[in-house]
């Protein structure tokens, strides 16, 4: 199990920054990757960004150049920089963490995905 609580949510007007945190604990040395996502009302909900354990990273189209994933060692904390935010970024933000295990070798891989609560950004034009 791992267990993710996010954090730094806000209101903040068009062009201003947030920073956002998702604290993991719990089975963290099994988590292969994190990421952010996004859900606005009446929406589904899309990936922003992604960090894999060699610190590889992928963005949104929309939030390229905007938006930074970063993490400390050990995936404790997971953060997202949000730059130049547009009104287009309000929305409920939830950290996400992958979780393979696979105790030896010749093991069937189990995986799992698991969410934090989210927390909402609102940027107001």
Not at 24 to 31: E, P
Not at 75 to 95: F, G, I, R
């Amino acid at each position: 199990q791992v267990q993710l609580v996010e954090s730094g949510g806000g209101l903040v007007q068009a062009g201003g920054s947030l920073r956002l945190s998702c604290a993991a604990s719990g089975r963290t040395r099994s988590i292969t990757s994190m990421g952010w996502y996004r859900q606005a009302p009446g929406e589904q909900r899309d990936l922003v960004a992604v960090i894999g354990s060699g610190g590889s990273t992928d963005y949104a189209d929309s939030v390229k150049g905007r938006f930074t994933i970063f993490r400390e060692a050990g995936w404790k904390t997971l953060y997202l920089q949000m730059n130049s935010l547009k009104p287009e970024d309000t929305a409920v933000y939830y950290c996400n963490a992958h979780v393979r295990v696979q105790p030896t070798v010749e093991a069937v891989p189990w995986e799992n995905d698991y969410w934090g609560q989210g927390t909402q950004v609102t940027v107001s034009s």
